[in-house]
């Protein structure tokens, strides 16, 4: 018979135990082994990294769902963010998406092919091109944003909006120390280098 103090599931029968916390099994076992090695890092780095991984995946399986790829998200999305007439340069663009000259050339090439762009010369500016978001591409960026981000506050919904909060506020401290620290201010999508 159960005890009234322990976890139940939706059916009323006890939850089943949480499974262990390796973060925590491998700090121990470096301080054992190696003692006076700082090991402090471990259970903030090694959960960013499974969280990145398992997020990255999920989001990965839901544009696969929507018929779009994570660069193509992302090219769609800076141009939708960057407000009417969702017309930027490739120049802006890639300064924007982060990435370099080639791999906006790449991303646009795929995506006009899709008929979610258009490129068209700059006004009085030889070199310059002009990328459009079109009517086609708009409604394919809407849909997909609004799903990869209703499932991400889903997978976040387990922390209160004022532990939310906090978290997001650390995780900038923490980037912004890092990214001073390692000299590289650069932001990519999770796997990309």
Same mark, same amino acid.
């Not at 949480?18 to 491998?26: D, G, K, L, N, T």
């Not at 090439?109 to 500016?125: D, F, S, Y």
């Given at each position: 018979?159960?005890?009234?103090?322990?976890?139940?599931?939706?059916?009323?029968?006890?939850?089943?135990?949480?499974?262990?916390?390796?973060?925590?099994?491998?700090?121990?076992?470096?301080?054992?082994?190696?003692?006076?090695?700082?090991?402090?890092? &471990?259970?903030?780095?090694?959960?960013?990294?499974?969280?990145?991984?398992?997020?990255?995946?999920? *989001?990965?399986?839901?544009?696969?769902?929507?018929?779009?790829?994570?660069?193509?998200?992302?090219?769609? !999305?800076?141009?939708?963010? !960057?407000?009417?007439?969702? /017309?930027?340069?490739? *120049?802006?663009?890639?300064? *924007?998406?982060?990435?370099?000259?080639?791999? &906006?050339?790449?991303?646009?090439?795929?995506?006009? *092919?899709?008929?979610?762009? /258009?490129?068209?010369?700059?006004?009085?500016?030889?070199?310059?091109?002009?990328?459009?978001?079109?009517?086609?591409?708009?409604?394919?960026?809407?849909?997909?944003?609004?799903?990869?981000?209703?499932?991400?506050?889903?997978? &976040?919904?387990?922390?209160?909006?004022?532990?939310?909060?906090?978290?997001?506020?650390?995780?900038?401290?923490?980037?912004?120390?890092?990214?001073?620290?390692?000299?590289?201010?650069?932001?990519?999508?999770?796997?990309?280098?």
């Amino acid at each position: 018979m159960a005890r009234d103090s322990e976890a139940k599931d939706g059916s009323g029968h006890p939850a089943p135990p949480a499974p262990p916390y390796p973060v925590e099994e491998i700090a121990a076992a470096w301080e054992r082994e190696r003692p006076g090695t700082p090991v402090s890092s &471990i259970g903030i780095v090694t959960p960013i990294w499974q969280l990145a991984k398992l997020l990255g995946d999920d *989001r990965r399986r839901v544009l696969a769902g929507a018929g779009m790829d994570p660069a193509t998200l992302d090219l769609l !999305s800076v141009l939708r963010r !960057s407000g009417a007439p969702y /017309t930027l340069t490739t *120049r802006e663009l890639s300064r *924007r998406s982060l990435v370099t000259a080639g791999a &906006i050339s790449q991303r646009l090439t795929r995506a006009e *092919r899709e008929g979610l762009v /258009t490129r068209r010369p700059g006004e009085g500016r030889p070199r310059t091109v002009l990328v459009e978001l079109t009517p086609a591409g708009h409604e394919k960026v809407e849909a997909t944003v609004g799903q990869v981000l209703h499932r991400e506050a889903e997978l &976040i919904d387990g922390l209160t909006p004022a532990q939310q909060k906090e978290l997001a506020g650390l995780l900038r401290i923490l980037l912004q120390d890092t990214q001073r620290k390692l000299g590289d201010d650069r932001i990519s999508q999770v796997g990309e280098g």
